[in-house]
């Protein structure tokens, strides 16, 4: 009788049976994992103006402070949007007596008044409008230093829109010139006192560089370590009202090839220019541009105002130079090749931000945590001087719904001339699957109003779009872990364990 040959148990299969099992189960578990696919926005800058706060043309409103009621009525500009005016009191009718309670109730309503315009203000206080100010300044520096004190109550109430105080009260023309009281004792008497009494938040203002060196009793200007610490050092910014007209700025600066016995004096034109480039990262530098000459001829001009980081300037000083720039044409390449001069000036007055790239890394589908990096540049010729609020805005496309993140920067160290790069880290562990638009905002503050950047299409009511941000589940796990199952099954079905 023959035997029946008995078949050896394939001991592999079970375990192969197990091993795809928990592949599947494997799977299941990542099935709800979400994978990503970011796209960045591709937007071009922009040769339109920007409204952005302080900076850009100014105008001068004069008052010549008195005793009589004021009529807000009489301010010219009710509507309510951002960009600089000078508010100059002259305070002649005070050269004998301190200000009376009614002069200070004036004062404080016209500050109430353009507060309410939404404007941001620079203010000088001063007692001649002739260039007589030798005769029509208070006989004593007491009477000043109490005319700062008063003054400065009553601006302080305002710090939130009062941007820069120019000069120290005395000069002619408010100017810190030809004055009893600008040998360095006096000079210094008057600006550590108004220091003292005004807000911290306020940026003053004198002359020259050489001014601000006596003052500061540095030859050096301001570093990243010593900026912004609320010392009078710090806030000392800078005002030119002989910006571009010759050689030394009609005495801004030193003659070519002189020397100063003094470190702290004055120094020829490119030496003052490389002090400003470095001072002025960190202070604001404005003022007036004067007499048609070459070194306002629109290429030295616009070197020198990027140099000199310029973020504001008088709109009614000289026209005859504007009318010259108008005539010129900038030749430099990008979006405003063919501009004339004035307009590229305009643009270029202060900070100018262009998004111009972004990234978006995940490092695992299971973190919770990525990382977005935007890359931005200031094309403008100088920094911010305030810090303003920075936040992503994240919106569902699909939903609607919107959250936002904040970006922790300062926007004082964006540098003029420069790229630089945000990088935030985002919390995705609530995201679902969809799509997401996200854009960068930034906002002032003090003023709420936000600082527009200088891409195309860049003013979305959530800010400029920086890119798209998608996540899926992986289209084939469904498939995959049917197939599995299925095997398996197949698997078992094929094997006995009698066999």
């Excluded at 009718?93 to 309670?101: M, V």
Aim: proline share 5%.
């Amino acid at each position: 009788m023959k035997k029946t040959p008995v078949k050896k148990k394939n001991i592999l299969t079970p375990f192969l049976v197990t091993a795809i099992l928990l592949i599947a189960g494997g799977i299941c578990c990542f099935r709800n994992l979400l994978f990503p696919d970011y796209k960045s926005a591709v937007s071009a800058e922009s040769a339109r103006e920007l409204n952005n706060p302080y900076i850009g043309w100014y105008q001068i409103y004069p008052y010549t402070l008195s005793e009589a009621a004021f009529d807000p009525a009489l301010i010219p500009e009710q509507t309510s949007a951002p960009g600089l005016v000078m508010l100059q009191f002259n305070l002649s009718n005070y050269a004998h007596s301190t200000i009376g309670k009614a002069g200070l109730k004036q004062l404080g309503d016209i500050l109430d008044a353009w507060h309410s315009t939404g404007k941001q203000l620079i203010i000088r206080f001063l007692y001649d409008w002739d260039g007589l100010a030798l005769e029509k300044e208070p006989e004593n520096l007491a009477l000043v230093l109490e005319h700062m004190s008063q003054a400065a109550e009553v601006v302080n109430l305002h710090s939130d829109c009062v941007y820069i105080l120019q000069g120290i009260f005395v000069g002619a023309w408010g100017e810190m010139h030809s004055s009893n009281y600008m040998d360095e004792e006096n000079m210094l008497t008057l600006i550590r006192h108004l220091a003292s009494v005004t807000s911290p938040d306020i940026f003053l203002a004198v002359r020259t560089p050489e001014q601000w060196r006596t003052i500061a009793k540095t030859a050096e200007p301001l570093s990243p370590e010593n900026a912004y610490d609320g010392s009078l050092t710090a806030r000392l910014s800078l005002f030119n009202d002989g910006m571009l007209g010759s050689d030394t700025d009609l005495g801004t600066y030193g003659e070519s090839g002189s020397s100063s016995s003094s470190d702290f004096g004055k120094r020829p034109r490119q030496t003052e220019l490389l002090f400003q480039e470095a001072l002025c990262r960190f202070v604001p530098n404005g003022g007036e541009v004067v007499i048609d000459n070459p070194y306002n001829d629109l290429p030295y001009a616009v070197e020198d105002l990027a140099r000199m980081h310029v973020s504001y300037l008088n709109k009614a000083y000289d026209e005859t130079v504007f009318s010259k720039w108008r005539e010129d044409t900038f030749q430099g390449k990008g979006p405003f090749q063919g501009m004339n001069g004035y307009d590229y000036v305009s643009r270029h007055l202060g900070y100018r931000y262009v998004l111009r790239s972004s990234a978006f890394s995940l490092e695992t589908p299971w973190a919770k945590e990525a990382d977005l990096s935007i890359v931005m540049e200031n094309t403008g010729f100088s920094n911010s001087y305030k810090l303003f609020d920075v936040w992503l805005t994240v919106k569902n496309t699909d939903s609607g719904e919107v959250s936002t993140v904040p970006v922790p920067t300062d926007t004082r160290l964006w540098n003029a001339g420069s790229l630089f790069q945000l990088d935030i880290t985002l919390d995705v562990s609530g995201f679902r699957a969809g799509t997401y638009e996200i854009f960068l905002h930034i906002q002032d503050p003090s003023s709420g109003y936000p600082i527009y950047l200088a891409n195309e299409g860049a003013e979305y009511e959530n800010g400029c779009f920086a890119g798209t941000l998608t996540f899926q589940k992986f289209p084939q796990w469904d498939f995959l872990i049917s197939a599995l199952i299925g095997k398996a099954q197949d698997i078992s079905v094929g094997f006995s364990p009698q066999q």
